[in-house]
């Protein structure tokens, strides 16, 4: 299948590691140029040495925190002035702390709301306007299963990852008419840094061993493995590209089978 992503610009932001890089290389493999971004410049330059010499696209990587509104239109803008355009956006962000009700004060509360929701706010209401001017684009925003099944100690990410899903589908209404699709990729359990550190609070909290933990969750996910970022970034490049010209508002699970309702 021709994905149609060859030449294609795509921002892919939080994506130095984990499921952001991987999409961000699985983009530049189907032909995309690629811009990618996180806080910490050595990781950063080191994933776009990678990308590059592994695809031989245009990789250009940008340090920026996301819970900055100025780095975020810092990023946008360079993105611009370097490769003239943007066809395909991708919003990811480092996941909030792991805890329960009456572990989060109000900052902490803003904190992950400037961290999941406002970053994808600031940047699709900086990249749509340019979609719409370029002929149409497509963005896919990344979550979590969370949004289709709240998970045990995650407060944060149940309750804030939600308005993504409203704000991508009521995009996916405004936009559509412009050409812009909108939608919304739910990783399940995978193999990173972060699932490894969710697991570890989550067997310090409940006085448990890791494998315990690892092995509880491991149990309930029918194809028997967790994800690799790969299997992730598949899905997004699809959605991403021409091949998915007719899906937009979507908001779909990558979770071999995790999550257990009927949508
Ligand atoms: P990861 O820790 O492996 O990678 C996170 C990436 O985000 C890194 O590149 C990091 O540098 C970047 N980042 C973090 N905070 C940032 C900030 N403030 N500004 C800019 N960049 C920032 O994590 P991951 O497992 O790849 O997860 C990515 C996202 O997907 C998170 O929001 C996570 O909660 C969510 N998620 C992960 C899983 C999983 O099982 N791994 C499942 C569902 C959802």
């Known amino acids: 299948m021709d994905l149609g992503l060859e030449g294609k610009v795509a921002l892919v932001t939080a994506s130095s590691e984990g499921i952001g890089k991987a999409c961000a290389l699985e983009l530049a493999r189907c032909g995309a140029g690629v811009v990618i971004c996180a806080r910490r410049e050595d990781v950063l330059d080191r994933a776009r040495e990678e990308?590059?010499?592994?695809?031989?696209?245009?990789?250009?990587?940008?340090?920026?925190?996301l819970?900055?509104?100025?780095?975020?239109?810092?990023?946008?803008?360079r993105t611009v002035a370097e490769f003239g355009r943007i066809d395909v956006l991708v919003t990811n962000a480092g996941g909030p702390p792991s805890g329960g009700f009456m572990d989060f004060d109000d900052d902490a509360w803003m904190r992950a709301v400037d961290l999941n929701l406002m970053s994808v706010v600031r940047l699709n209401r900086a990249v749509a306007p340019l979609m719409r001017d370029g002929g149409g684009g497509s963005i896919v925003n990344l979550t979590s299963i969370s949004v289709k099944e709240p998970l045990k100690g995650l407060v944060l990410s149940n309750a804030i990852r939600a308005g993504v899903v409203g704000l991508s589908k009521t995009l996916a209404n405004e936009l559509g008419p412009d050409g812009i699709r909108v939608n919304v990729v739910c990783p399940g359990f995978t193999a990173t840094e972060r699932m490894t550190e969710l697991f570890e609070a989550r067997a310090e909290r409940e006085g448990k061993?890791?494998?315990?933990?690892?092995?509880?969750?491991?149990?309930?996910?029918p194809l028997g493995k967790f994800?690799?970022?790969?299997?992730?970034?598949?899905?997004?490049?699809?959605?991403?590209?021409?091949?998915?010209?007719?899906?937009?508002?979507?908001?779909?699970?990558?979770?071999?089978?995790?999550v257990k309702g009927l949508l």
Do not use: H, K, N
């Open 51 to 65: 990308m590059a010499e592994e695809t031989g696209r245009q990789i250009a990587a940008i340090s920026a925190d």
């Open 67 to 77: 819970t900055s509104a100025a780095d975020i239109d810092a990023v946008v803008e």
């Open 209 to 221: 061993t890791y494998d315990e933990i690892a092995g509880g969750i491991f149990a309930s996910v």
């Open 227 to 258: 994800a690799e970022p790969a299997d992730i970034a598949r899905m997004v490049a699809y959605l991403s590209s021409d091949a998915a010209q007719y899906v937009t508002g979507v908001t779909v699970q990558v979770d071999g089978g995790f």
